[in-house]
């Protein structure tokens, strides 16, 4: 008997949060804190999973969940910054070029 | 209860969270913070009793589990409602802490301690070195008022809803779902042991490529922040010699 | 020395003649450049001679094997592959028999004559060379080649190899003078023109080679090849004959010979006169054992000779232009000689033509003398009486004009009268027409004669003195002028020993065919209504050109609408331009309109189909991050119950 | 020396792709050494082109030479998708039904010619190139050589789906040469272009997808795609006359408008007029084959039934557009223009021939490929010269070129007459022989059965002899004759620096003579090429049209003397010996 399923339902709730607050929010920067919660919701349904087949596999790609995060931080902020250095606001609203 | 009920308090615990975050989420004027306290209260609650009757015939968590998951959550809520990025980022980092204590008690040590130091010690910092960044100056008068984007949300009550059915249709599929019980993972020399050889056995190409991955990625975001100016604003091409007109005005592919 | 190997000499010496100045007139030679015309065709007539000779000597028993054998020099291509009949190659092979030697004798003597009188013509009267002299000479000694192996080929194809050559090398010789644009069309008009025959012509060959699955003369011509092809005769005899007509500017192709006197006149002289345009007469000649199988086309050559012969009299009588008149006689000669054909006598025709090309050639050469000496005006409105200034000119048209007009005793005389003769046994109405045109003929002859030569003085504006021209021109005249005057006395009528040889090789003389025939007139009868005609017609020529002129003027105005009509060209160019030209031109815009708007026009409204789908679906996409979220949050919630439904 | 020889379609096809590649180590602005390294790449491909005909004409099998019995040599075969040799795996398991694509190459009679033709004419055109392309040489030359490499791998390929797959690479190089090099419309031209024959392709890439599933299900293991297989199933019956015409109609899709077969042929004269000199030569000289090539190589033997019973559809077609194209064409202002209309014209010509499925008309056909590459390729290069110093195609605004410019219009006019079929140069031979063909498909004789042609087709196919004269002629005129006549603002140009001398340069005299010296040859003494042609469309294309085809025609039978059956009935046995 593991915590597996609390950490699985935690983990869901955490990643409807991200994906909530990246529908609402306006601010570049804080939707990308809410791709990184959602990655915690991830990682801890990574865990959760690993524990209820009894290996180490979730908590292995739980790493890789990681460094993409790590990956999607430093090129997202970068592009953020180059877009704030163009247009001078962050808001998401404002980058709308592909529009139809 | 059977699991049907237990999947319905579930569906109406979820509404009430999205509720409280609706009424918590900045647009303009005053927000209802009654409301949210409230309708967070309910969903903490709820939380609570799902998570210790709600999910079938497991094992139940701490208290110390308990706490941790309502800090995670909560403190989640509070990065998607706080109307200033430095604050988001800050309870940001109480997420990250309260998930690595959940992944400590669930035997993932070396996963939670990796978390801590990449995210807190690292991506974190970065974070808040942009937000500083893109902030206007301390001087400008204008800093001090809430920018426009941060104090208004965009169509919170759609976000809410689909928020809302993801987090009750995840809830009710695990309520609903037969648990398997499961021998705990062996890890005769500890997990750092046990995950590293995981790793390099099982997952050796995976690894280097996140390596590749990771240099790409800090070469990518050299590139793109070196960038000072936009193309527009460089210097013109020095003027070529004269050609034919065959291929005189060529454009890029 | 095998014939073969005359043959293949007899092609190179002007090929290779041609193909040095091409390489090296330009830089070299330049005004040099006609000595190697003048070896090379001068060696090719020397060969031409000697393989006549040979072709002479054979022998009575041996003529039939030996004239009707091919010979091989290179395989050249093969139409199929697989069946054992079809592994025959088309070869490049030559025929040589009387005929051959007759024409390859015919060409090269005229073509020697004009190359040295080019040498002359080709320049001012200064002595300098024209532009593009060197030019000139290449093309006529390519021309030459080609006419050469026109002659000699020995199957279809290869006939229809010369036949184009000579072809292109007219269109390159009309246009000589390419900066004139009546010239440039000229030469186009009579390439396309000619080319319509020839499509007749080529689908001949096919229908040949689909019956025979050969075209080699040896084999069509033989008993095996006819008698694939019994019941088809017809068909293919018509066909031939299209290309005939077109290249021997008969009705109704003919309208592109007297434009093509565009080109310089010893070009005339040369194709548009002795050799080239008689390549029809020669093929029809050649291919008599499929054409006198079918009476149907015999009556049809017949009766287009004869129609074309009257009708272009009819248009030089009314001609000021002194080369176009002369190129009308030419078609009416010409028509002559297919009326000739026509009537089972092609020895005649060949004869004709042999006779022919000497005159009519001494005509265009004299003609040209008279042109360069008017400083290139050729309109005898605007001269006159130049027999005083230029008398060895004169002299000689008056020989080519008395042979022409068939007066007796000069080569035109025996070889019309012959074919007359002939054509009286078979169609009295043939014959009639044939002597009509005969007297039209000396009219029209010496009505240029006497304009142009006698009475009083009249020079074009800007030439001061008419003045002979140089030796290099009048000795080549001259030397035409003895086989014009004489070249009949070859062939005499009976016993003549040309018509003998070429009867070996000719199909279907008259007494074979019409063993029953009743004889209008005895031949010597005939003869003498031909002179008496010529006669005749020379004397009115006299009295209404140089007695009365008041006469074809008042005629002209009596008869003003006839007579329009008639100097018109019966307005055959026009009817053309507005019933074939015009509405084909006018069907190729249609096409490319029908391009550019209706299957454009159906395109666009095949590819609006998706770019209207792109438009409708254009509003889903805002732009906005946050919209594309939604889009992957919906995506995910179906995957989720679509996982959860299926578990 | 051996692994060259044994590989040496592999380096012709790869070589021009390598050379591509190798192109990009030199600096951008060093244009010229760029474009003298692609000349000598060309050059190179074109040697081994040569040794590879050489090394074909030398080989052979139990004493007899390949190129005798036209039977396909310089086989290179690997796997390339999936392995070969697989047993057919149980039905349960089917789901993994085992592709196997291979890189399967080898030449014959049919490819050996049009190999020729791609590797004289690429150099041709990228030596044409030196003094129009001063823009992004190393671009312009790299996608030169890419095309170069795919065509030879398309008429290499005895695999369909590589076929297919060089196929559709050779749209990539043209569509960026016509869209950045090209005149001022290029833009559409190339997007018209591209869709236009891409749509038609991806049909036929469902008929070849159609065609490997059958190979499958008839138990050859795998998804196989190799031509001997796929000719295998009409052969054996597997394919009904039903799926014969399905398979036809996908494969006339792609090939036809690549031909282009009237009325798919609106996007040739734009994409010819906007190319630049040396695109419009390769379009015109080598793309418009892959289309007949196609039909040749694909439609008419894997199809034979099917063949049969479009032909007379397909001939209608041909006929229209040879005469819808020569009116076209006699109308154009365009002197590109012109002689793009008269490529759909000659290409009429081209499909008219081979669908009488007779030896002669086949032979014709594909000499009429090689023909009209080199008359017509070499026509668009003259065009490329009068434009490269007079920048205008109008022909309204220049004539009477023959006193500037006579070398040209000695060049011009004798393609020309290449063109318009003169006798003596090579484009006589193939319209004669197309014509031939067409004339006597209906008779069953001479070891062939009765084709689907006739005369009626090859009558009113012959006035497009006529009308080809005439609007060449036209252009001649025009051009060429008659007064001088330049553009006014000519005499501005004629003395910019770099502007080339009147007349032409050494360089495009030494061009177009190797294009003039081969019409001459094909023209006047073609027995090697005959000898290598004809066996390959017997044992290749004929054995397989001709069991489909009925034994006796009925016009024959009209006419009441069927010649030659007995005859026919012996030799058609040993025709069928491969």
């Not at chain 3, 090269?108 to 320049?123: D, F, Q």
């Not at chain 3, 319509?196 to 008993?223: E, T």
């Not at chain 3, 009115?540 to 100097?567: N, Q, V």
């Not at chain 4, 219009?409 to 004798?414: A, H, P, Q």
């Amino acid at each position: 008997m593991t915590t597996a399923p609390q950490l699985m339902f935690i983990g869901a709730i955490l990643f409807a949060l991200g994906v909530a607050g990246f529908l609402t929010r306006r601010n570049l920067i804080i939707m990308f804190l809410c791709t990184e919660i959602m990655f915690q919701g991830i990682l801890l349904n990574l865990v959760g999973m690993g524990l209820m087949r009894g290996n180490l596999q979730g908590q292995a790609v739980g790493l890789f969940v990681l460094v993409v995060a790590a990956v999607e931080a430093g090129l997202g902020l970068a592009i953020v910054v180059m877009l704030y250095r163009r247009r001078g606001t962050l808001d998401a609203e404002k980058w709308s070029l592909m529009r139809g | 209860m059977n699991a049907v009920a237990w999947a319905y308090l579930a569906y109406g615990l979820m509404a009430a969270g999205a509720l409280g975050i609706y009424f918590a989420l900045p647009r303009g004027g005053r927000i209802n913070r009654a409301a949210a306290l409230l309708f967070g209260a309910i969903a903490a609650g709820g939380i609570l009793l799902v998570m210790y009757q709600g999910l079938g015939d497991t094992a139940r968590p701490s208290v110390v589990f308990a706490v941790f998951s309502l800090l995670a959550v909560g403190s989640a809520a509070r990065v998607i409602t706080h109307r200033k990025p430095v604050y988001s980022a800050l309870y940001f980092v109480v997420v990250v802490l309260a998930t690595s204590a959940l992944a400590v008690m669930a035997g993932a040590e070396f996963l939670a301690m990796a978390l801590l130091i990449v995210y807190a010690g690292a991506i974190l910092v970065t974070y808040v070195f942009v937000i500083m960044l893109a902030q206007q100056s301390a001087d400008d008068p204008e800093s001090l008022s809430m920018v426009d984007y941060d104090a208004n949300s965009r169509e919170p009550a759609t976000a809410m809803l689909a928020g809302f059915v993801l987090a009750a249709t995840l809830s009710g599929l695990f309520i609903q779902r037969k648990w398997p019980s499961v021998a705990a993972i062996e890890e005769p020399a500890g997990n750092t042991v046990a995950v590293g050889q995981e790793l390099l056995a099982r997952y050796a190409i995976p690894v280097e490529l996140a390596g590749v991955l990771l240099m790409v990625a800090m070469i990518g975001a050299l590139a793109i922040a070196r960038r000072h100016l936009p193309n527009d604003m460089l210097p013109a091409r020095p003027p070529e010699l004269p050609v034919g007109e065959i291929g005189k005005t060529v454009e890029p592919f | 020395m095998p014939s073969q190997t005359y043959a293949i000499w007899i092609l190179l010496a002007p090929l290779l003649a041609a193909v040095l100045i091409g390489a090296v007139g330009l830089r070299g030679l330049r005004d040099k450049s006609h000595w190697l015309a003048i070896g090379g065709v001068a060696a090719a007539l020397v060969l031409a001679l000697m393989l006549f000779g040979q072709i002479r000597a054979v022998p009575e028993e041996a003529r039939a094997d030996i004239f009707t054998r091919s010979h091989k020099i290179y395989e050249w291509f093969r139409p199929g592959f697989g069946g054992l009949a079809s592994l025959k190659w088309f070869d490049f092979e030559f025929r040589i028999d009387p005929l051959t030697g007759v024409m390859l004798v015919t060409v090269l003597s005229v073509s020697l004559m004009v190359v040295i009188y080019s040498s002359g013509y080709m320049r001012d009267h200064h002595g300098h060379p024209e532009r593009g002299y060197e030019r000139f000479f290449a093309f006529l000694a390519l021309f030459i080649f080609s006419m050469c192996l026109l002659v000699l080929a020995g199957n279809f194809v290869l006939l229809y190899v010369g036949w184009e050559l000579v072809g292109l090398c007219s269109y390159l010789l009309i246009g000589f003078y390419y900066p004139k644009p009546s010239a440039a069309a000229a030469a186009k008009k009579a390439f396309i023109v000619t080319r319509i025959g020839d499509f007749g012509f080529a689908m001949g060959i096919f229908l040949i080679f689909w019956r025979c699955g050969d075209v080699s003369f040896a084999y069509v011509f033989s008993q095996a090849g006819l008698a694939k092809l019994v019941g088809w005769e017809t068909p293919v005899a018509l066909l031939l004959f299209c290309g005939a007509v077109g290249k021997s500017a008969q009705l109704p192709l003919h309208t592109w010979l007297p434009d093509a006197m565009e080109g310089p006149s010893p070009v005339s002289a040369l194709i548009h006169a002795a050799t080239m345009v008689t390549a029809g007469v020669y093929m029809v000649a050649r291919c008599g054992a499929i054409f006198t199988e079918s009476p149907t086309a015999m009556a049809t050559v017949a009766s287009v000779g004869a129609i074309t012969a009257f009708f272009a009299a009819t248009i030089a009588i009314t001609q000021f232009d002194m080369k176009r008149a002369l190129a009308y006689s030419t078609i009416s000669q010409l028509g002559y000689m297919f009326l000739g054909l026509g009537v089972h006598a092609a020895d005649a025709a060949v004869f004709h033509l042999f006779t022919h090309a000497f005159f009519k050639s001494l005509l265009f050469l004299a003609a040209g003398s008279v042109m360069h000496a008017m400083g290139g005006c050729i309109d005898i409105r605007r001269f006159g009486g130049l027999a005083k200034g230029m008398k060895v000119t004169a002299f000689v048209f008056w020989v080519g004009g008395l042979a022409l007009a068939g007066f007796p005793f000069l080569s035109g005389f025996w070889s019309k009268d012959e074919i007359l003769h002939a054509a009286l046994g078979v169609s009295l109405p043939l014959a009639i027409v044939g002597y009509v045109t005969a007297l039209l003929t000396a009219f029209y002859t010496f009505r240029l004669i006497f304009i142009a030569f006698h009475g009083p003085l009249k020079l074009p504006q800007g030439v001061e003195h008419a003045h002979e021209s140089v030796p290099a021109m009048t000795i080549p005249m001259l030397l035409l002028s003895i086989g014009a005057a004489g070249a009949g006395y070859i062939g005499l009528q009976h016993g003549g020993k040309l018509n003998e040889l070429l009867r070996t090789v000719l199909v279907g003389r008259l007494e074979e065919h019409a063993p029953g025939m009743a004889h209008v007139m005895s031949p010597e009868a005939a003869m003498a209504m031909s002179g008496v005609l010529s006669a005749i017609g020379i004397l009115s020529a006299w009295y209404i050109y140089r007695r009365k002129p008041m006469i074809a003027m008042a005629a002209a105005f009596a008869m003003r609408g006839p007579y329009e009509l008639i100097k018109n060209k019966y307005y055959i160019d026009e009817l053309y331009d507005a019933v074939i030209v015009r509405p084909l031109h006018d069907l190729g815009k249609f096409c490319y309109g029908f391009d550019r708007y209706f299957i454009n026009a159906l395109l666009w409204i095949i590819t609006a189909i998706p770019r209207a789908a792109g438009f409708m679906l254009r509003s889903l996409q805002q732009g906005a991050i946050q919209g594309y979220a939604m889009g992957m949050v919906i995506g995910l919630l179906v995957i989720v119950v679509a996982v959860l439904s299926a578990t | 020396m051996d692994f060259v020889t044994s590989h040496i379609l592999s380096i012709l096809i790869f070589l021009p792709i390598v050379g591509a590649a190798c192109l990009w180590v030199f600096p951008p602005r060093a244009a010229a050494s760029i474009r003298r390294a692609a000349f000598g790449i060309s050059l190179a491909t074109m040697a081994v082109a040569i040794a590879a005909t050489v090394i074909y004409y030398s080989s052979s099998q139990d004493d007899v030479r390949a190129v005798r019995v036209g039977k396909l040599g310089l086989v290179e075969q690997h796997d390339w998708i999936g392995e070969s040799g697989m047993p057919n795996p149980p039905r349960e398991r089917c789901h993994e039904t085992p592709l196997l694509v291979q890189f399967y190459v080898g030449v014959d009679g049919i490819s050996l010619p049009l190999i020729l033709l791609t590797s004289l004419l690429t150099p041709l055109a990228i030596w044409a190139s030196f003094h129009a392309i001063q823009d992004r040489a190393k671009e312009y030359y790299s996608l030169f050589l890419l095309l170069f490499g795919a065509m030879l791998g398309v008429f290499c390929s005895r695999d369909l789906l590589l076929f297919y797959v060089f196929f559709e690479f050779t749209l990539i190089p043209m569509y960026f040469l016509v869209g950045i090099w090209g005149g001022a419309n290029r833009r559409k031209a190339a997007d018209m272009f591209f869709l236009y024959t891409f749509a038609g392709s991806v049909l036929t890439f469902a008929g070849v997808l159609y065609l490997g599933w059958k190979t499958y299900a008839t138990g050859g293991g795998s998804l196989r795609f190799d031509l001997d297989s796929l000719y295998r199933l009409a052969a054996q019956g597997h394919l009904s006359a039903t799926e014969q015409t399905w398979l036809f109609l996908a494969f006339f899709a792609g090939f036809a408008i690549k031909v282009p077969l009237f009325p798919m042929h609106t996007w040739l004269p734009l994409a010819h007029t906007e190319a630049p000199t040396a695109g419009s030569v390769i379009l015109a000289g080598v793309l418009l084959k892959l289309g007949t090539y196609g039909f040749l190589r694909m439609s008419v033997p894997m199809l034979p039934e099917a063949a049969v019973n479009c032909a007379s559809w397909l001939a209608v077609l041909s006929v229209v557009g040879i005469i819808y194209g020569s009116l076209a064409a006699w109308v154009q202002t365009d002197m590109k223009k012109l002689v793009a209309y008269s490529s759909v014209a000659h290409l009429g010509f081209c499909m008219l021939g081979m669908f009488s499925l007779k030896m002669e008309g086949l032979t014709g056909s594909l000499l009429y490929m090689v023909n009209h590459g080199l008359s017509t390729g070499a026509l668009f290069l003259c065009v490329g010269m009068i434009y490269e110093r007079y920048h205008t195609r109008e022909m309204s605004k220049i004539g009477g070129l023959a006193r500037r410019m006579p070398v040209l219009t000695f060049f011009f006019v004798f393609f020309t007459l290449s063109s318009i079929g003169l006798p003596g140069l090579n484009g006589f031979i193939g319209e004669v022989l197309v014509l031939m063909g067409t004339f006597i498909s209906h008779t069953a004789q001479r070891g062939s059965p009765a084709g689907p042609l006739g005369p009626l087709y090859a009558a009113v196919a012959g006035t497009g002899i006529v009308l080809g004269a005439v609007y060449m002629l036209f252009l001649c005129r025009k051009v060429l004759f008659g007064p001088l006549h330049e553009p006014e603002d000519h005499a501005e140009h004629e003395h910019d620096a770099g502007a080339l001398p009147i007349d032409l340069t050494a360089r495009e005299v030494s061009i177009l003579v190797p294009i003039a010296l081969a019409c001459l040859y094909i023209g006047i003494a073609p027995k090697p090429l005959f000898e290598l042609v004809q066996p390959a469309l017997k044992t290749q294309v004929l054995a397989r049209v001709e069991p489909a085809m009925k034994p006796e025609g009925s016009f024959a039978r009209v006419a009441g003397r069927p010649l030659a059956v007995a005859e026919s009935a012996s030799t058609e046995r040993s025709a069928r010996v491969r």
